[in-house]
């Protein structure tokens, strides 16, 4: 082992046992130069032994850098810090969303975002723009009431609203995002009783109903608040989940 190898374990020995906490701090040792472009990686096993994480942890972290542009694989020699990165991009991947707090950072983030959209839709909003909403809605209304998650259908029904704002990078900052800011594997129907999924499907419906009538009214306020309203109730559900102990 090199004393390169010693610096980069000696930052990421205490992060804990998850694939994000070890991604985020090999990222932070890229960004900030402690792992220089080209260098090679220690190895996976190097990295097992001096964390005590998995080899399956280890590999999805290395995915999650790959996929960021971060690192190179070359075959038989290993991983290496990208000589030339990609510019630095924000991105969410569905694989990042492993615990309540980082969907709860997830929501936080989506509230500044559709709060201000949810205002401008409302006042730019055309026809076009309304019949493409109201399609989205109903999508979402019959996959709730077939018993579905309808997490893509809620994902376009956003989507929509952003691009109803006549700003096309609204849009395109969803796209960044993909269906992580929708991760369909915390909605928990499967854990649900009867009587649960009809409360769940009938709170959707109510609140998705009520911020496309805000839209399509042109009520500028109510759409925020509407928007904001719906958010901040999925950040509650989050924290009962939290309290409950309760795990994906």
């Not at 809605?137 to 893509?152: C, F, K, N, R, V």
Request: aromatic share 6%.
């Amino acid at each position: 082992m090199t004393d390169k190898d010693d610096v980069v374990f000696g930052a990421i020995q205490q992060v804990p046992n998850l694939r994000s906490g070890l991604a985020d701090t090999l990222i932070a040792q890229i960004e900030s130069g402690a792992l220089k472009p080209g260098q090679r990686l220690p190895t996976e096993q190097a990295i097992v032994q001096a964390t005590g994480v998995s080899r399956t942890i280890v590999r999805e972290a290395l995915a999650t850098l790959r996929a960021k542009g971060l690192i190179a694989t070359r075959q038989g020699l290993g991983a290496f810090v990208s000589s030339n990165p990609t510019p630095p991009a924000f991105t969410i991947l569905p694989n990042d969303l492993e615990s309540i707090d980082e969907v709860q950072r997830v929501l936080e983030l989506r509230m500044g975002i559709e709060y201000e959209a949810a205002g401008l839709a409302a006042l730019r909003r055309t026809p076009e723009d309304i019949e493409r909403i109201q399609a989205c809605l109903d999508a979402l209304d019959q996959a709730i009431e077939e018993g579905g998650y309808g997490a893509q259908e809620d994902y376009a029904f956003h989507r929509a609203i952003l691009v109803a704002t006549h700003n096309p990078y609204y849009g395109r900052l969803f796209d960044t995002f993909g269906s992580s800011m929708v991760p369909r594997q915390w909605a928990r129907l499967d854990r649900m009783t009867p009587a649960e999924r009809r409360r769940h499907a009938t709170r959707m419906r109510r609140e998705h109903h009520a911020i496309f009538a805000a839209i399509r009214d042109g009520n500028e306020m109510a759409a925020r608040r509407t928007i904001r309203s719906h958010l901040s109730k999925s950040a509650a559900r989050f924290e009962e989940m939290r309290e409950a102990n309760l795990k994906p």
